[in-house]
């Protein structure tokens, strides 16, 4: 960017100084044209520009090294400002040799007399395409000013050379004629180049400092604010390498200041996410004892009790079986999420997995229901997944407690297995109740049970098997959802789909 600004801003004073310069050029062609205005009257055309020569023209002009060319309308030099002679045979040399031709595409002809003409008075840019070009639109009316730049392919090619020109139409004794006012002009680009080398020098220094600043920013506040981030970051993933944000208290700056708030605060948390465990352990103990003596005595109530009675017992031992049941689930939930960040990732492959669980319900049936597995054709055996088995073995197992507990008896639960893109999807279908939950993403929250109003599905389950399943999915960079099963227009069951990422095996 440093570059670009500088070289635009060198182009731009280029500009500005050829821009100034044949503005200046062209009032010395106006100057002249204001000379012949004044004296018009006082002759015929070849008298005033006589007496135009006689009279010193530099004198009239503000610029010295500026030429005054004044030609016809058939490029015949009338004038010029540097002494030359008005009849063109006094300044045409007989022993004149032509030493070659310029080939130069840039380059025409005007015609033998003065093409011979403009190569001895040294008026090699009458020749010139641009120049010509110019002439011809000066002969329709407008002044031309404009700037010939020398060209690498000239003969006699000078890279400072600019050529500055202004075309002046003026009319006089109903004859055409042109003023011309030129510059062989070497200083513009002599101060250019002065300046790009100052400037280039300040360029370079600046693109130094910036250089410098750049690495001291980057080793001094941005690595260690980085540093800090990644420490944070390891911290919020629990991993087992970093537990605790990086020490830089050594700095006697805000960066210092940071890392060790930081650091407090994090020991803080931990002391307190340590304390919440224990007193959740502790708080769960004691919730147990008096569980324990409740059970009791509501088996020694129920053999005893009247019929009325044995309704009301059967209800305190079903809450009795679910607060144990919430108070294991709650257990297993605050250890694996202690141990999910600690263990390592292992290949898993899905297919056995889901055999081996499927299997396992089929031996404890007591609904006598129907486990149908279901695959896509374009599914072979190598169906890799990475992640904690016992952990994915878990939110399936939990899935399927649920589709379990809301099926009717000799009903089918249905798993179909399928492959698509890099994830694997199981989808497990029951013939249960359904959802009648408005917002299905409620059934993961904690603690949600689902009691429907013939209290037929009631079941003793925590609330925290679904949360658990989906918090062990997204652990492993999946995702799990619920929808409705209809038949009829009438809820005929639920189902749940897991999608896992693969390890593509060829």
Known sequence: MLVGIVFFILQLAESNLIGQRLNQIENQALIIHNYLNLHQEEGDLTDILEDLRINEIN???????????????????LFDSKGYDLNKGAFRSKSTVAVGKIDDENYISLGENNAQDSEVLGRTFIKNKSFVSRYEKAKRGPSQNFVIQSHPREINYQEDKIEIISINPYLIHDKSIYIIAYEDNRLIRKIITSRKFYIGLVAVASMLSLLLFSIFLLSVVISPIKQLADSAKNIQARSKS????????????????????????????????????????????????????????????????????????????????????????????????????????????????????????????????????????????????????????RAIHNIYDNAISFSVDKGTIETTLSVASNYVTLAISDNGPGITELNIENIFNRFYTYRNASNEFSSTHSGLGLHIARQIIETHKGNIRAENLSKN?????????????IIIKK
Do not use: C, W
């Not at 090294?65 to 058939?74: F, P, R």
């Not at 009301?312 to 294991?328: K, L």
């Open 59 to 77: 004198s009239l002009l503000e610029i010295k090294n500026v030429s005054i060319l004044i030609l016809d309308n058939k490029s015949n030099i």
């Open 489 to 501: 227009n009438l809820l005929s069951g639920s189902r749940f789909i897991i999608n896992l990422p």
């Open 242 to 393: 970093t537990n605790k944000i990086i020490n830089l208290n050594k700095r006697k700056d805000e960066i210092g200041d940071l890392s060790k708030i930081l650091g407090e605060k994090v020991e803080s948390l931990k002391d307190k996410i340590a304390e919440s465990e224990e007193y959740s352990a502790d708080l769960m103990h004691e919730i147990r004892n008096p569980l324990t003596s409740i059970k009791m005595a509501t088996e020694v109530m129920s053999s005893l009790a009247t019929n009325n009675q044995s309704k009301f017992i059967s209800a305190i031992q079903n809450d009795v079986a679910r607060i144990e049941t919430i108070i294991t689930d709650y257990s297993i939930m605050m250890k694996d999420e202690a141990l999910m960040s600690s263990l390592r990732y292992k290949k898993i492959n899905i297919q056995d997995l889901l055999k081996n669980i499927i299997n396992e319900y089929k031996d404890i049936n007591h609904k006598q229901l129907n486990f149908k597995l279901i695959q896509d054709n374009n599914i072979n055996n190598n169906i890799v997944v990475r992640g904690h088995e016992e952990f994915i073995k």
